[in-house]
């Protein structure tokens, strides 16, 4: 039987990436939230949820330690990813186009050295790399790129400009299984 996983962001975010090295077949809930994952779980949508806890470059994810001091559930399991991230485009997009970068914060961190390269080009937060590239790949601009995974390239038809944007080549995430915390029978 599949086991229903909840993740945030949308197809090719590196929690779906993470949830199906760990399930053999799972069937993946999107969230729009770190949250959102937690809602899913907790109200017995699904019975796992998939999220990323810690990055050896940049930190802990701050949220999702947030969000587990403020609910009743119970880590299952963890595991460890290395995690490339690209810098992905719409087709025919050049480097010289680029104004901004769509990215989530976490990746930001990840790939500082390369942002810094190019100080003129806009940061734009996003609430998950693949929601960074959905968007970009729905607005169709030349201008706008996303870092992003290579698996999210595929999935939106988008072009990989570049690959290994992060800065520490042995870039790391630990990603954690929530369930709901067991009700003690009386």
Same mark, same amino acid.
């Given at each position: 039987?599949?086991?229903?996983?909840?993740?945030?962001?949308?197809?090719?975010?590196?929690?779906?990436?993470?949830? @199906?090295?760990?399930?053999?077949?799972?069937?993946?809930?999107?969230?729009?939230?770190?949250?959102?994952?937690?809602?899913?779980?907790?109200?017995?949508?699904?019975?796992?949820?998939?999220?990323?806890?810690?990055?050896?470059?940049?930190?802990?994810?701050?949220? +999702?330690? *947030?969000?587990?001091?403020?609910?009743?559930?119970?880590?299952? @399991? $963890?595991?460890?990813?290395?995690?490339?991230?690209?810098?992905? +485009?719409?087709?025919?997009?050049?480097?010289?186009?680029?104004?901004?970068?769509?990215?989530?914060?976490?990746?930001? %961190?990840?790939?500082?050295?390369?942002?810094? @390269? &190019?100080?003129?080009?806009? +940061?734009?937060?996003?609430?998950?790399?693949?929601? %960074?590239?959905?968007? +970009?790949?729905?607005?169709?601009?030349?201008?706008?790129?996303?870092?992003?995974?290579? %698996?999210?390239?595929?999935? &939106?038809?988008?072009?990989?400009?570049? $690959?290994?944007?992060?800065? *520490?080549?042995?870039?790391?995430?630990?990603?954690?299984?929530?369930? %709901?915390?067991? $009700? $003690?029978?009386?």
């Amino acid at each position: 039987m599949n086991q229903k996983i909840a993740v945030t962001g949308a197809e090719g975010a590196y929690a779906e990436i993470a949830a @199906k090295k760990i399930f053999s077949r799972p069937f993946i809930i999107y969230t729009d939230s770190f949250e959102g994952v937690f809602d899913a779980v907790l109200k017995g949508l699904c019975v796992f949820g998939v999220l990323p806890f810690e990055n050896s470059t940049a930190g802990i994810v701050k949220e +999702v330690s *947030n969000l587990l001091d403020k609910y009743s559930v119970s880590i299952s @399991k $963890r595991i460890k990813l290395n995690v490339s991230h690209c810098l992905l +485009v719409n087709p025919g997009a050049k480097m010289s186009d680029i104004l901004e970068i769509h990215t989530h914060e976490q990746a930001a %961190a990840q790939c500082i050295g390369f942002i810094e @390269k &190019y100080p003129s080009i806009k +940061v734009v937060m996003c609430e998950n790399t693949a929601f %960074a590239a959905k968007n +970009v790949s729905e607005n169709k601009s030349l201008q706008k790129s996303a870092i992003a995974s290579a %698996a999210a390239a595929d999935i &939106y038809g988008l072009e990989i400009l570049q $690959r290994g944007l992060e800065t *520490n080549r042995n870039n790391e995430t630990e990603f954690i299984v929530i369930t %709901a915390k067991q $009700r $003690r029978k009386q």
